[in-house]
């Protein structure tokens, strides 16, 4: 009988692999992690190098997982199944972290939303506005991303919001973006299109419970600050 032939990088394979079952992730490099899964796609080639230059050429772990398949092609060693995984990878993460929250016990505060939206909020090169679409006992409908690009009262359209909630009967809304600059303070401007969002969420009943600038690892809560209180009674001056 042929003995099989073995690779140079099987002990190495063999390894990474026994150290994610006897305790996950934990103490991985990030390369190590992307070597991890580029080796299920790759069979018979030492993953290692692909894996620090896809880390070098974008960053971070949460980098690589978004990056786009043309970005990814440029990358000497990754085949169409590598990027058709690490797609898919980052796909199901996010459907288990958006689902992992429906119909979960209401959100409280603010650090519950930014735990919630942090990782896929994170790192991006343009600003995203999220909108969390609460019940009435302040559980989670729904999520979705309405807006991307520079946040300004132009690109931000209330009446879409309001529809929107509409549609998912939602009782209150959260509303979220980021700042790829890193510093969660809010612009004028953010503080502008908050304030029309949420007269325009009262004119139809809806409450606003909250927005949140998501920064580099931290978050300015308009709600903690006093600005939804604020501009709630002004909307009950003014605009009642």
Do not use: W
Request: hydrophobic letters at 40%; charged letters at 30%.
């Amino acid at each position: 009988m042929a003995e099989r032939k073995t690779h140079k990088g099987d002990g190495h394979r063999r390894r990474l692999r026994e150290r994610f079952l006897n305790s996950g992730l934990s103490g991985f490099h990030d390369y190590e992690v992307i070597e991890l899964l580029l080796t299920l796609a790759t069979p018979r080639r030492d993953c290692k190098e692909i894996a620090k230059a896809a880390l070098k050429r974008f960053k971070t772990l949460q980098g690589v997982l978004e990056a786009s398949p043309g970005e990814l092609c440029e990358i000497d060693g990754l085949g169409p199944v590598n990027i058709f995984g690490i797609r898919l990878i980052k796909e199901v993460a996010d459907r288990f972290l958006k689902e992992r929250m429906l119909g979960k016990d209401p959100i409280r505060n603010a650090r519950e939303v930014f735990d919630y939206l942090y990782y896929n909020m994170k790192d991006k090169h343009r600003e995203r506005f999220k909108v969390i679409y609460l019940d009435v006992r302040n559980q989670i409908l729904a999520a979705e991303t309405l807006f991307e690009g520079t946040l300004t009262s132009g690109a931000v359209y209330p009446r879409e919001v309001v529809q929107q909630a509409l549609t998912h009967r939602a009782a209150a809304l959260i509303f979220a973006h980021n700042h790829p600059s890193g510093d969660p303070k809010p612009s004028p401007e953010d503080v502008a299109i908050t304030r029309q969002l949420l007269f325009a969420c009262k004119v139809v009943g809806i409450t606003v419970h909250e927005h949140l600038v998501i920064g580099d690892n931290r978050y300015f809560s308009f709600a903690d600050e006093g600005y939804i209180a604020d501009m709630n009674r002004e909307f009950e001056r003014y605009g009642a």
